[in-house]
Every structure is written in C-alpha cells, then in structure tokens.
C-alpha cells in the first residue's frame, strides 16, 4: 500500500482534550465555524477588526484591502505602525517588561534570560548602531548569524528602524550567501565570529569575508560581527566592526520609524521548481498580524507558557515563530543553539523538562531521527524525561507519516496533547491549514482544515473546484494579510509562479498537491507538484543542484530526483554524465564525493546528493527531453513498469540501475 492509499485510509480521530478546548482561544467546533462564517460573511471586515484589535496602529489604517493592482495585493496600505514596537515596546506598557522573553539554551548547555526591557534595550542599541553606520529606513540587511539572543535582535532592531532584513541560513555556502548579498542590494552584513552546533565550530565571519570576495558586493558598507566564541577572526578596517563596539556607547532607547503597513518587513530566499532561488518579500502590518492570530489560534498561547520552537532563524519558521510572533503576543519561549542529538539524542526531551515547556514545535525529520535513536539506546528514550509541562505539539515543514505522528502522540505527548500539523510556506508567511488544539478532532497525517479567513481549496490542471476525495492542486482562493508581496526585483515570476493564467490568474499556487477527506473535509498533502525537493523540510529546487553539478568542469549532464527516505523524507538522488567516459569502481566512487563536496561548496551541505549515478546518458525523448518520472522510478530501485517505447535511448536504463 502506498502512503497514499494509507492516508486515504487513515480513519483513527483523536478529540482535543476537554478541559483545553474549554480554555482555548478558539473553543471547539463551534467557536472555529463562527469564525470562519464571519470571514465568508464579510471578509474586509473579518480582517478589519482583527487588525484593530491585534496591532497598535500610530496610524490607524482607512482601507483594508486593495485589489486594484492584483495579484499584488495591498492590506492595511494607509496604516502606519512598527513592527519592532508591536514586539517589545507594547510589552514593557502591558506589565511584561520584568516578563522573561527569551531563555536562551547554548549548545554546551548554558541558559541565559532575557526580560522583555533587556530585550528592548538591546534591540534599541543595535538600532541605534545599525544607524550609526548609515542603515536606513528601505535599506537592505543581510543576516548570517546562529541561533542567539543577537540574531533575533539584529532582525528586531532592523525592523525598527526600517530596514529590510534577509536573514540567510547558517548553513549556506559563501557562493550562496554572495548571490543573496547581490540580489537584495545589501548595505550591511550582521554575522558572528562562529556558529556552535553539536560541539563543533563553523567559522561564519570567514564565510562572509568569502562570499564578499568572490566579488559583487560593492554596495555593502559594513559588516558587523557578534563575538560568540572568541575564535579567530580576519577584520578588514574601514568595513568591519565588532557588535559590542557598535552598540557600546548607544542609548538603550531608539524612536521607532513608523512605516506604512506594506513596507517590506524582510525578504527570505526560497527554492522554487527553476531558476536561482526567490526573494520572498513579506510587508509588515499584514504578516504580524497572521503572525500573532496564529500565535493565539493555533498555539493557543497563554500567559504562562513556555513556547519552543525548535526551527532557526533562517527559516520562515524562526521567522514567524521566534522572531516575531512569540514576542508581539508577549510569550515566554526557549532559543536553542544547538541540535537535537547532542550531547545525545535525548536533548530535546531534557530540555523540555528542564525548561518545563509547555507548547513545543518542531519538524517530522527531528521526530523521526529521534524515533530511531531511541530505538538504538533506550536512555534517550522521551519515557526517561518528565514531560508533564507539555499540553500542545507542534509539526511544520512536511508531511508527517502516521506512524510518527502515533509515536509523538504516545510518547511525548502521553496521549493527552493536541499535535497541531500546521501547512504553511515561506510565501505564506504563517500557518494555513491546521488543527485548533481546542476544536479540531486530528487525523494522523492530515493538516485538517483551513484557518478562519484562509479560502483553501483543491482544484484541478484548470482551476476547477474538485469533489473531495479526488486529489489535485492546493490553491487558496482569497488574498489574505501575511501573503507575499512579489518576489524582490522580479514582479513577472511573482505572478507567473504564484497566480499562473492556467488556473485562471486569481488562485494563489501554493505548489502542493492535495486531497479532502469525503466524509470530513480534511486536507491530506500529497507533496509538492513542481520540481521541488523537501529534504529534512528544506526546500531544494532540483534545478539548483543541477546548475550546480554542470558547474563542475567534469560534468556534461545531470538530473536531479528526489527518493523517498524514512528520515529525511526525501533524500537527493543525482544522475550524472561526465564528459569523459563513465567512471567505474572506486574512481565513481571518488568522483562522487567530489561532485558532493563541489554542490556543498555551491550551494551548501543540505544540498549534497546522497546518491549519484553515473550513466553514458540519460533517458531521453526523441525529442530530447529527460524522462524525469523514470528516474524516480529508478531511483527508488522500483522495476520500470511503465512504457518506454518514446525513449530515444532505452537500453541506458540499466546502466543507471545500479546505485555505485
Ligand atoms: C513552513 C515551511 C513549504 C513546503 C510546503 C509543503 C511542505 C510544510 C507541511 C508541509 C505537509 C505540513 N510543508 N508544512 N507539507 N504538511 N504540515 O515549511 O515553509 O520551507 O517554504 O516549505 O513544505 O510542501 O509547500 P517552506
């Protein structure tokens, strides 16, 4: 049975528990159709009053929402406000400012606490020495930073005075970090000395100085680096300052500039199905907002809580679920710098019971690692930790399997924790789809239903509405406050990649396949549509690491397919000609890890094929054209059942067979 079928028939229902629906922001059933009969009875109005009662305004908006250029959708446009004052300010004049804002978790196990004032002064001194630099409102900053009290605050301190912050993974190689320098036009780089993940160093500052030297980059000024280890580092005089030099005279207040609602709040890079990789650019008044709501609907946050979000700031995810949403709705929650399976594989449980946290959230890949490290030693087993502060969980960035979604439920949840599968996207800005821990009876392996105000729907090849139980393209039929803006500097692949005429040029493409549940309505996602890869919930472009291979001065050709993997989900699977004959033995072996270290150099080391095969060809059309489908099929190790008379080269097919 595929996991498909095995999804189609996935019947078990799990109610949300009694006493939580009872307290919920949105309580049962009830409570979510009420909510979601208002945004269908008046959608302005649904999003009107939420904006009013969510966000402080400096000037309140008149028009919520303009569709007169659409797709490029405009909410809330004559609205002023500051993100950064929504997020600490507001908190110091509501009574939070002795409240812990962060308890910040370094990788050797050190705990550092942050209030909401210390927060906010330190945000307001890198503002301030952001601007004693030049940064200013509309300018752009790149951030390649770890996990830390600093990182959010560069983002914050950004958002206060205006600029527009890209935040890129620490995980990106100097090439890639170079191209995101270039397309946003930065002023600036905020960077540390090193990153620490799982005892081992990763030198950022040198990376940065690789990436600017590789050339481009002349608009950038300054870059400014967070001492985290102490480790060596080369400062270039004139553009090279440390953080603590930068911030040290600077007062702990900073007048927020008040933008309009659609000021770009940041640009995030993702990978689409061709091309370089998307600026995704966000606004600032539409995307706190969902930023927020979310917080409150799917989270259902309290007072007290201790949210832990294990994702990083790199990701949309650190984005909408640390950076922002936890602090404009006033939370307590925990930064970890580290990984989860160091110093073992039961650091996450330990650090729930240490922390007593109360909503945790993190991604199937982290689940399913750590469902077979507690297989192979049952010390790290979640059964071993009290982790009885925990109500709600949390799953983003893939499909999570059934089977893992049972064992989170059981062993970490004790069966009385509500696990909201939230299906969002970096262009979604927050969640989508999802459970209501307080009304949605889950189904393992289903997002369930759409969020009040979010109009998704499965449609087909044309844009037609489908019945459910018939699979098809998710697409989401109304504009809502946190969607992307355009893609930055290309408005033509905005809507060409988001709003595509084939489905009629007003569906929102989210890129994913779908199916509804006959009886229940629930959403099921299938996986993605395009050629995109999701590999440990990062998304790689299969076209992205072809350019990359055919960069090597070896390689003549190369597609790239994704396979299924029991942890990562998808793992890559390379097919590769060289232009020298077909490497056997050890040699393939050898230039396989070339060609793997090159693609780690090129875009980064998520990005590293787990498997290339070499061929003396690929399966192609008479037209040309690479048979993509078969080599998935190949890939898989699966017999090709399929016809391939159309082949123009068949017999290649069992060179690439075998995986060297
Ligand atoms: C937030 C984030 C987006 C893609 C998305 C889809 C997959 C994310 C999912 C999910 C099934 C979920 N995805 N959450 N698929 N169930 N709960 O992950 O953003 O990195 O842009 O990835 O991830 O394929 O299109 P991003």
């Given at each position: 049975m595929s996991e498909t079928d095995s999804l189609k028939q996935e019947s078990r229902m799990f109610e949300p528990p009694a006493d939580l629906a009872r307290n919920a922001a949105i309580s049962g059933m009830e409570g979510y159709r009420t909510l979601c009969a208002e945004a269908e009875r008046d959608y302005e109005g649904f999003w009107a009053r939420l904006a009013n009662e969510n966000l402080a305004w400096h000037k309140p908006f008149t028009k919520t929402l303009d569709e007169s250029a659409a797709p490029f959708y405009k909410w809330f446009e004559d609205g002023q406000l500051n993100v950064s004052y929504n997020c600490l300010d507001?908190?110091?004049?509501?009574?939070?400012?002795?409240?812990?804002?962060?308890?910040?978790?370094?990788?050797?196990?050190?705990?550092?606490?942050?209030?909401?004032?210390?927060?906010?002064?330190?945000?307001?001194?890198?503002?301030?020495?952001?601007?004693?630099?030049?940064v200013k409102k509309g300018d752009r900053v790149v951030i390649y930073m770890p996990m830390s009290v600093e990182g959010i605050a560069a983002m914050q301190a950004c958002a206060r005075i205006g600029a527009t912050h890209s935040v890129v993974f620490g995980g990106f190689s100097a090439k890639s970090l170079q191209e995101r320098i270039i397309d946003a036009g930065a002023v600036a780089v905020v960077t540390a000395d090193e990153q620490v993940r799982g005892g081992k160093q990763l030198p950022l500052k040198a990376i940065v100085d690789e990436a600017i030297g590789m050339g481009g980059c002349e608009h950038l000024k300054s870059v400014v680096v967070y001492r985290r280890t102490g480790g060596n580092v080369?400062?270039?005089?004139?553009?090279?300052?440390?953080?603590?030099?930068?911030?040290?005279?600077?007062?702990?207040?900073?007048?927020?500039?008040?933008?309009?609602?659609?000021?770009?709040?940041?640009?995030?890079?993702?990978?689409?199905?061709?091309?370089?990789?998307?600026?995704?650019?966000?606004?600032?008044?539409?995307?706190?907002?969902?930023?927020?709501?979310?917080?409150?609907?799917?989270?259902?946050?309290?007072?007290?809580?201790?949210?832990?979000?294990?994702?990083?700031?790199?990701w949309v995810t650190g984005h909408t679920y640390i950076a922002y949403g936890p602090l404009a709705i006033g939370a307590t929650q925990i930064v970890f710098e580290g990984v989860p399976t160091y110093p073992n594989a039961g650091r996450f449980?330990?650090?729930?019971?240490?922390?007593?946290?109360?909503?945790?959230?993190?991604?199937?890949?982290?689940?399913?690692?750590?469902?077979?490290?507690?297989?192979?030693?049952?010390?790290?087993?979640?059964?071993?930790?009290?982790?009885?502060?925990?109500?709600?969980?949390?799953?983003?960035?893939?499909?999570?399997?059934?089977?893992?979604?049972?064992?989170?439920?059981?062993?970490?949840?004790?069966?009385?924790?509500?696990?909201?599968?939230?299906?969002?996207?970096?262009?979604?800005?927050?969640?989508?789809?999802?459970?209501?821990?307080?009304?949605?009876?889950?189904?393992?392996?289903?997002?369930?239903?759409?969020?009040?105000?979010?109009?998704?729907?499965?449609?087909?090849?044309?844009?037609?509405?489908?019945?459910?139980?018939?699979?098809?393209?998710?697409?989401?039929?109304?504009?809502?406050?946190?969607?992307?803006?355009?893609?930055?500097?290309?408005?033509?692949?905005?809507?060409?990649?988001?709003?595509?005429?084939?489905?009629?040029?007003?569906?929102?493409?989210?890129?994913?396949g779908s199916i509804r549940n006959e009886k229940t309505g629930y959403f099921t996602i299938t996986g993605r549509i395009d050629d995109v890869l999701n590999v440990s919930g990062h998304r790689m472009g299969t076209m992205e690491i072809e350019s990359a291979l055919v960069a090597h001065p070896l390689v003549a050709e190369s597609a790239v397919v994704g396979k299924p993997d029991e942890t990562t989900g998808e793992s890559i699977c390379a097919f590769v000609v060289l232009k020298r004959a077909r490497p056997e033995g050890d040699e393939a072996k050898q230039i396989a890890k070339e060609l793997r270290d090159w693609v780690g150099k090129e875009i980064g080391p998520i990005a590293k094929p787990k498997e290339i095969r070499f061929g003396d060809n690929l399966p192609k059309t008479r037209s040309g054209k690479i048979m993509r489908r078969l080599l998935r099929v190949l890939a898989k190790g699966e017999q090709i059942t399929q016809d391939v008379s159309t082949l123009e080269n068949p017999a290649i097919l069992d060179q690439l067979k075998q995986a060297q």
């Amino acid at each position: 049975m595929s996991e498909t079928d095995s999804l189609k028939q996935e019947s078990r229902m799990f109610e949300p528990p009694a006493d939580l629906a009872r307290n919920a922001a949105i309580s049962g059933m009830e409570g979510y159709r009420t909510l979601c009969a208002e945004a269908e009875r008046d959608y302005e109005g649904f999003w009107a009053r939420l904006a009013n009662e969510n966000l402080a305004w400096h000037k309140p908006f008149t028009k919520t929402l303009d569709e007169s250029a659409a797709p490029f959708y405009k909410w809330f446009e004559d609205g002023q406000l500051n993100v950064s004052y929504n997020c600490l300010d507001r908190n110091l004049q509501n009574g939070n400012a002795g409240k812990t804002a962060v308890i910040f978790e370094a990788d050797d196990g050190k705990v550092t606490r942050v209030t909401y004032q210390e927060l906010h002064d330190k945000v307001c001194q890198v503002a301030n020495g952001l601007k004693s630099l030049g940064v200013k409102k509309g300018d752009r900053v790149v951030i390649y930073m770890p996990m830390s009290v600093e990182g959010i605050a560069a983002m914050q301190a950004c958002a206060r005075i205006g600029a527009t912050h890209s935040v890129v993974f620490g995980g990106f190689s100097a090439k890639s970090l170079q191209e995101r320098i270039i397309d946003a036009g930065a002023v600036a780089v905020v960077t540390a000395d090193e990153q620490v993940r799982g005892g081992k160093q990763l030198p950022l500052k040198a990376i940065v100085d690789e990436a600017i030297g590789m050339g481009g980059c002349e608009h950038l000024k300054s870059v400014v680096v967070y001492r985290r280890t102490g480790g060596n580092v080369a400062m270039q005089a004139g553009r090279d300052l440390w953080l603590h030099d930068v911030t040290a005279n600077q007062p702990a207040t900073c007048e927020p500039e008040f933008v309009g609602a659609e000021h770009p709040l940041f640009i995030l890079y993702t990978s689409g199905s061709t091309g370089k990789p998307k600026g995704v650019q966000h606004s600032s008044g539409g995307y706190l907002l969902w930023a927020m709501l979310t917080m409150k609907w799917t989270f259902d946050i309290k007072p007290d809580d201790i949210f832990w979000c294990t994702a990083d700031i790199g990701w949309v995810t650190g984005h909408t679920y640390i950076a922002y949403g936890p602090l404009a709705i006033g939370a307590t929650q925990i930064v970890f710098e580290g990984v989860p399976t160091y110093p073992n594989a039961g650091r996450f449980w330990d650090m729930i019971a240490r922390h007593k946290a109360t909503i945790f959230y993190t991604a199937p890949t982290a689940i399913r690692s750590l469902i077979k490290a507690s297989e192979a030693d049952a010390n790290v087993h979640p059964k071993n930790f009290d982790l009885s502060s925990l109500r709600i969980l949390g799953s983003v960035g893939e499909p999570i399997n059934p089977e893992a979604w049972m064992w989170y439920y059981k062993n970490v949840g004790r069966e009385k924790c509500p696990i909201v599968d939230t299906f969002w996207q970096t262009e979604t800005g927050g969640h989508m789809i999802t459970p209501l821990p307080g009304a949605t009876p889950m189904v393992p392996g289903s997002c369930t239903l759409p969020l009040p105000g979010i109009m998704a729907a499965v449609v087909d090849e044309t844009g037609n509405d489908l019945p459910n139980g018939q699979g098809g393209i998710l697409v989401v039929k109304r504009p809502w406050p946190s969607m992307i803006r355009t893609i930055w500097g290309d408005p033509e692949r905005f809507k060409k990649s988001y709003f595509p005429e084939e489905l009629g040029g007003t569906l929102y493409l989210a890129g994913d396949g779908s199916i509804r549940n006959e009886k229940t309505g629930y959403f099921t996602i299938t996986g993605r549509i395009d050629d995109v890869l999701n590999v440990s919930g990062h998304r790689m472009g299969t076209m992205e690491i072809e350019s990359a291979l055919v960069a090597h001065p070896l390689v003549a050709e190369s597609a790239v397919v994704g396979k299924p993997d029991e942890t990562t989900g998808e793992s890559i699977c390379a097919f590769v000609v060289l232009k020298r004959a077909r490497p056997e033995g050890d040699e393939a072996k050898q230039i396989a890890k070339e060609l793997r270290d090159w693609v780690g150099k090129e875009i980064g080391p998520i990005a590293k094929p787990k498997e290339i095969r070499f061929g003396d060809n690929l399966p192609k059309t008479r037209s040309g054209k690479i048979m993509r489908r078969l080599l998935r099929v190949l890939a898989k190790g699966e017999q090709i059942t399929q016809d391939v008379s159309t082949l123009e080269n068949p017999a290649i097919l069992d060179q690439l067979k075998q995986a060297q």
